[in-house]
Nanobody, 118 residues
Framework: QVQLVESGGGLVQPGGSLRLSCEASGSISSIYSMAWYRQAPGKQRQLVALITHVGISNYSDSAKGRFTISRDNAKNTMYLQMHSLKPEDTAVYYC????????????WGQGTQVTVSS
């Protein structure tokens, strides 16, 4: 079982930056890949970015060029560096993990609120 705890959200002005963190504990060795998802009010949770245990990353179209996902295996922590934030980035951001490419992401944390507003 993997436990995930997100942090780093907050209120930021349009064009600003934030760095989210996701600390993992438990069965760390079972993690194949980790991901950031977000859920805006009234909308479905959607993938923002993912990263595998060897550092291969992939991004949604909305995140490409603005967000960077990274992973510090020594600290059991994943990050999402977000730049050029827009109001439409406002959402609760969740991190998830999966044990193989054939599984859905799960082990969700409690989420961290990101609000982009002037």
């Amino acid at each position: 079982q993997v436990q995930l705890v997100e942090s780093g959200g907050g209120l930021v002005q349009p064009g600003g930056s934030l760095r989210l963190s996701c600390e993992a504990s438990g069965s760390i060795s079972s993690i194949y890949s980790m991901a950031w998802y977000r859920q805006a009010p009234g909308k479905q949770r959607q993938l923002v970015a993912l990263i595998t245990h060897v550092g291969i990353s992939n991004y949604s179209d909305s995140a490409k060029g603005r967000f960077t996902i990274s992973r510090d295996n020594a600290k059991n922590t994943m990050y999402l560096q977000m730049h050029s934030l827009k109001p439409e980035d406002t959402a609760v951001y969740y991190c998830g993990a999966r044990a193989s490419i054939y599984e859905q992401f799960g082990s969700w944390g409690q989420g961290t609120q990101v609000t982009v507003s002037s």
